[in-house]
């Protein structure tokens, strides 16, 4: 079956830096990656997805990018505020093959110091 | 709206002891599903129901029963707790099982002593 793995486990970053959050898959035949972001003591919300017929997709300052032949894909969030704070969660499926197969990665503890 | 509503948001219990988690959605979705998260593990499926009248095991389902009560509710039941079910307990929605996205409650606190 899938496994994501997600680094790094925690990251600190200036106000106004970029972040960068990476994970890799191990099923090539994956072709739905989304992002879920949860604030602290909240839901996890999704924020981004991307899907293997698109390299790149921008959503004003955050993107996700893909590379299907290393098996990896990356959230960027440029110019970070506070509020960008938060757990990030990569996950990674087969489209249309249903949500119980949607596998997550460890997530990503984001701290934005002003 | 008020989205994917879970009860209680904590819960302490004694090993051995039991409890049922409700979680109810207003979206008219098809499919819910019941997730833990434990530090440094993500989130993991426990049990799912793609449409009303079915419900199947996730990836962790031992120590867990589920049902599906109508289209809006699905609850979780622990049995016979035990500390391993320490834990914090999302239930989430879908429009059905391949499409739209995961909409997740607020969460569910539990401690087993």
């Known amino acids: 079956g899938e496994n994501v793995e997600q680094h790094p486990s925690t990251l600190s970053v200036q106000e106004g830096d970029s972040a960068v959050i990476k994970c890799t898959y191990s099923d090539s035949a994956s072709n739905y990656f989304p992002w879920y972001k949860q604030e602290l003591g909240k839901r996890p919300q999704l924020i981004i997805d991307?899907?293997?017929?698109?390299g790149e997709k921008k959503d004003q300052r955050i993107a996700v990018t893909l590379n299907k032949t290393a098996k990896h894909f990356s959230l960027h969030i440029t110019e970070t505020q506070p509020e960008d704070s938060a757990v990030y969660f990569c996950a990674a499926s087969l489209e249309n093959t249903g949500f119980q197969k949607l596998v997550f990665g460890t997530g990503t503890r984001l701290l934005v110091s002003p | 709206n008020a989205g994917v509503t879970q009860t209680p948001k904590f819960q302490v219990l004694k090993t051995g002891q039991s409890m049922t988690l409700q979680c109810a959605q207003d979206m008219n979705h098809n499919s819910m599903y019941w997730y833990r998260q434990d530090p440094g593990m993500g989130l993991r499926l426990i049990y799912y129901s793609a449409s009303e009248g079915t419900t199947d095991k996730g990836e962790v389902p031992n120590g867990y029963n589920v049902s599906r009560l109508n289209k809006r509710e699905f609850s979780l039941r622990l049995e016979s707790a035990a500390p391993s079910q320490t834990s914090v307990y999302f239930c989430a929605s879908s429009k059905d099982i391949t499409t739209g996205e995961l909409f997740f409650g607020e969460g569910s606190r539990l401690t087993v002593l």
């Open positions: 991307i899907r293997s017929n698109v």
